[in-house]
């Protein structure tokens, strides 16, 4: 029988990359570069998202305004993705009932809260009136970062697990070699380049 400490390594609380140095200064980077690794990620698939009306336009489109010029201008579009960036994140399993008594799966390096904005129009009955209507869309993107790439079949089944908590997942690491790989997963890959600052 396993012991307790055995266990932890097989459901993904022992991460050993922690511990060594670089691990901060990547997380580090990716926590300063946040708004740029979640655009990346919404533009890769943006299919995903452009089914559900994501824009990441910095204005609305004009399209849009020209056609309803009598509307007047929408209310000001949140101009950052990114709402809040939580490090060492606890992700839990899904589960029927408390999310706090669900299973922890393990930590993500990294997890972005974000929140985009989606414009249309809608037309009230009484009175009789059309008006902007803006949604706000949150979704989370875990950002998993590596110094060093574990063997392929080790870091798709942390990748998995995880994905049982956060749907969108980014690896950050300085080697691509499994960059081909992890895009036919829906994984964004992204080298980490000490030279972006």
């Not at 009175?127 to 949604?135: A, I, L, Y």
Request: hydrophobic residues 40%.
């Amino acid at each position: 029988m396993a012991s307790a400490r055995e266990k932890l390594p097989q459901l993904g609380l022992w991460d050993s990359e922690v511990s060594k140095p670089n691990h901060d200064t990547i997380t580090l980077w990716a926590h300063k570069h946040a708004e740029m690794l979640a655009r990346q990620y919404v533009t890769t698939y943006a299919d995903h998202f452009n089914e559900r009306g994501i824009d990441l336009l910095p204005d609305w489109p004009h399209a849009l305004l020209e056609r309803n010029p009598e509307l007047g201008m929408p209310p000001p579009k949140c101009p950052t993705l990114v709402s809040k960036r939580e490090l060492e994140a606890v992700l839990r399993g899904r589960s029927e009932g408390a999310s706090r008594y669900n299973p922890i799966l393990g930590y993500g390096d990294l997890l972005l809260h974000c929140e985009a904005h989606v414009l249309g129009t809608i037309e009230s009955e009484r009175p009789r009136k059309k008006e902007w209507w803006v949604e706000t869309m949150r979704f989370q993107i875990l950002v998993e970062v590596k110094t060093e790439l574990p063997t392929l079949g080790e870091l798709m089944r942390q990748l998995n697990l995880y994905r049982e908590s956060v749907r969108h997942v980014i690896v950050v690491a300085p080697d691509e070699k499994y960059a081909e790989l992890l895009s036919e997963q829906g994984i964004l890959f992204v080298r980490y380049d000490a030279d972006l600052t």
